[in-house]
């Protein structure tokens, strides 16, 4: 497979031309990258109007996944305000009310979406979760939802896999979104890897119409590309219209190095690293095995992924991971319950065994038996964008009662938020803030 973006601007770097344009840097610096960091020059063709190199590239990309696939160079923020833009959009053609019904787990670029486009939210909620992280709808849930909604949304959007590494159903809940006449809508930025697994785990492949990868985070692509995929089943209008709504919020000067780097990635994952991929989840999965016969309690489905429930071990999940970073490894993320480790084939035998003995080497202790405070939902007083658009302070989240939510200022990882914008902050949320280390809130004045 050919690398078009790449092959250009390393040519434009031999020529060692004189750069009257931007950026600033020249093409000379520190860091090394600089004569591969160019911009919208003659040639180089342009993110949000692609005809040539990146279209090219993009197509290979598509080729890849089986659809028509779109990049990013602003991680799948970027993607997600997009795909409810195109949701948004439909929704105005075909002279319906946009409404989404999203799992309560999303990310606050949904959040940012909703207050920017100012579409209906109708939230999911599961029975069976125990943290704030998962909302994973099972097939039965969501048909009793859409079948008791007063108005069909115009999408389901879930996120999958979650930040804690559980998938959902794809596959059933897409069956349900078709018998009711809606859009599925994933969040898959934890799962751009899936569609090289065999068989392949990715929502394209299992129904869903619109999805984001955030290629960064797990295949070797630097931090930021990330891929708009829809489904070559959906309606044109959606990839008619794609460009147009990642431009609305995109940057209108994207990363060079960024774009290579996705370029790069598909010749890379043409050339045998589904093989890799399917070698370290067998790897990983017999880790998984030792270390539950070692007495770790393990809580994730995601084959390159690691969720450790620390508490039944004897420690806070946050003091497990200073644990690992004493001994030089350094996890994705961690709270008082659980550990996140993120795996790819970068990852090698020998680091497989380094994390195995450091693993081992943790002294079990009694387990701490508190649970996390429950979720309640909280009653939405405002629209997201009536709230998130009002004039607001910061104050102490323990004296948040009753006041009403601004800004979803929830830090990344894992920027899923405990209370959404315009809802009346409760007491169960007080003491999850407190639980969870959040200290200070935004509230409408």
């Known amino acids: 497979m050919n690398t078009p973006i790449c092959d250009f601007v390393r040519r434009y770097a031999e020529k060692n031309a004189l750069r009257l344009h931007m950026p600033g840097h020249k093409g000379k610096g520190p860091l090394g990258a600089e004569s591969l960091d160019i911009t919208e020059i003659e040639g180089a063709d342009s993110l949000y109007e692609a005809k040539g190199i990146i279209a090219q590239s993009e197509e290979n990309a598509g080729k890849l996944f089986g659809a028509d696939t779109f990049y990013s160079a602003e991680g799948s923020s970027l993607c997600i305000r997009a795909m409810l833009y195109l949701a948004v959009a439909f929704a105005k053609s075909q002279n319906k009310k946009p409404i989404i019904a999203a799992a309560r787990n999303v990310h606050k670029a949904f959040l940012s979406a909703a207050a920017l486009l100012d579409f209906e939210v109708f939230w999911l909620y599961s029975k069976n979760t125990d943290s704030y992280l998962s909302c994973v709808t099972t097939a039965e849930e969501l048909d009793k939802a859409l079948s008791l909604s007063a108005e069909k949304p115009t999408a389901v959007y879930i996120t999958s896999p979650d930040y804690l590494g559980n998938l959902a159903d794809i596959k059933a809940l897409s069956a349900v979104c078709k018998k009711h006449g809606v859009l599925l809508l994933v969040d898959n930025a934890h799962g751009a890897y899936l569609k090289f697994l065999n068989p392949s785990l990715h929502p394209m492949d299992l129904g869903a119409d619109l999805c984001c990868d955030s290629a960064h985070k797990t295949l070797p692509v630097l931090t930021g590309g990330a891929y708009l995929h829809i489904s070559k089943n959906t309606t044109d209008f959606f990839k008619a219209n794609a460009k147009n709504a990642l431009a609305l919020f995109g940057s209108t000067s994207p990363s060079y190095l960024i774009l290579q780097s996705l370029d790069s990635a598909n010749a890379t994952l043409a050339k045998g690293y589904a093989d890799k991929i399917s070698d370290l989840a067998l790897k990983i999965k017999g880790l998984e095995e030792r270390l539950t016969a070692f007495g770790y309690s393990l809580t994730v489905d995601e084959p390159l992924k690691i969720t450790i429930h620390t508490k039944p071990y004897g420690y806070l999940g946050t003091d497990f991971a200073k644990l690992l970073l004493n001994k030089n490894i350094v996890p994705e993320f961690a709270d008082p319950d659980f550990v996140v480790l ?76 405990i209370v959404v914008c315009g809802e009346i902050i409760n007491e169960a949320a007080i003491k999850l803030f407190d639980y969870y280390g959040i200290k200070d809130c935004s509230v409408v004045i």
């Open 342 to 417: 993120m795996f790819t084939p970068e990852i090698g035998d020998n680091d497989l065994k380094t994390l195995e003995a450091a693993l081992c080497a943790a002294v079990k202790k009694s387990p701490i038996k508190t649970a996390p405070p429950p979720f309640a939902p909280c009653k939405a007083e405002m629209s997201v964008r009536c709230a998130a658009l009002s004039p607001c302070e910061t104050i102490k989240a323990q004296n948040s009662a009753g006041r009403i939510l601004a800004a979803a200022t929830v830090a990344c990882p894992p920027a899923v938020p």
